[in-house]
């Protein structure tokens, strides 16, 4: 009896269960998927191989979707369908590359109109003094100074005598000669005609030591002036020249040579 009541009574406090019921747990839906879809983009103006059109020649193509898509879950689809570029539309630009930068060029002048300058006003060689217009021919000049009479400048200068002549002649000899040989007179044209100079011009000396083929090993050189450079210049160019003619010989000479100016007889 005891037994009996205990076990009513712990019956009794076993709690009861709730008459309400528990709400189940939401859980949220899946992600979504995004689905790609290939297209294909035809080039315009493409005509089907029966003659279609290109409209009907699209709806006859099957087209194979890799995936059966339905309207809701397209609608829902954040990716974008990839587009394929044609290649001759997009350009390909590399990385990390510098342009050229474009180098100005300078505008050409187109050249002066104007006409030549004449002969004595052209601009003076470079190295010229500026006082002649360049350096001319020297033959020319000489025979042009040799017929202007503004050219004959006196020098002060006298014949030499006898003392001044040797010791002019000095170092001259070659091996085997005490002093140079004695040459013909160098006979030097007067280029003025009768006309008269202020001063007459006196016999000068020339040296000159001479190779067997009429060259020169030293000189020729006036160690003895006329009087007057112009004329001193015009016996060494008749040397030069070959107008004037040594002795032969067979190996190197010295010689010394009179200057005879052919100065005209009538002037004082």
Not at 102 to 117: H, N, V
Request: charged share 20%; glycine share 8%; hydrophobic share 35%.
């Amino acid at each position: 009896m005891a037994a009996s009541i205990g076990l009513h009574g712990l019956l009794l406090g076993w709690p009861l269960p709730s008459e309400t019921p528990e709400e189940p747990q939401v859980l949220p839906p899946p992600p979504e998927e995004s689905v790609e879809v290939d297209v294909t983009i035809l080039p315009a103006g493409a005509i089907a191989a029966n003659g279609q059109d290109d409209e009907t020649a699209i709806a006859d193509e099957d087209v194979e979707d890799p995936l059966e898509v339905s309207p809701e879950s397209v609608g829902r689809s954040s990716t974008p369908a990839p587009v394929e570029r044609s290649p001759e539309i997009s350009e390909v630009v590399p990385e990390n590359t510098v342009p050229t930068p474009e180098i100005p060029t300078e505008p050409t002048q187109p050249a002066a109109d104007t006409d030549p300058l004449p002969n004595d006003q052209l601009p003076d060689e470079p190295g010229s003094t500026g006082l002649t217009g360049g350096a001319p021919d020297p033959a020319t000049t000489l025979a042009t100074r040799l017929g202007d009479v503004g050219a004959y400048q006196y020098n002060g200068q006298k014949g030499l005598d006898l003392l001044q002549s040797l010791s002019a002649q000095d170092g001259w000899a070659t091996p085997g000669q005490t002093l140079p040989s004695k040459a013909e007179p160098l006979e030097l044209p007067y280029q003025l005609g009768a006309q008269c100079l202020n001063t007459a011009p006196v016999s000068g000396l020339l040296m000159a030591v001479v190779n067997p083929d009429q060259t020169f090993a030293r000189g020729p050189e006036v160690v003895g002036s006329t009087g007057y450079a112009i004329l001193d210049e015009q016996a060494v160019a008749m040397v030069e020249t070959g107008e004037y003619i040594f002795p032969d010989e067979d190996e190197p000479w010295a010689y010394n040579v009179e200057i005879k100016v052919l100065y005209p007889g009538s002037c004082p």
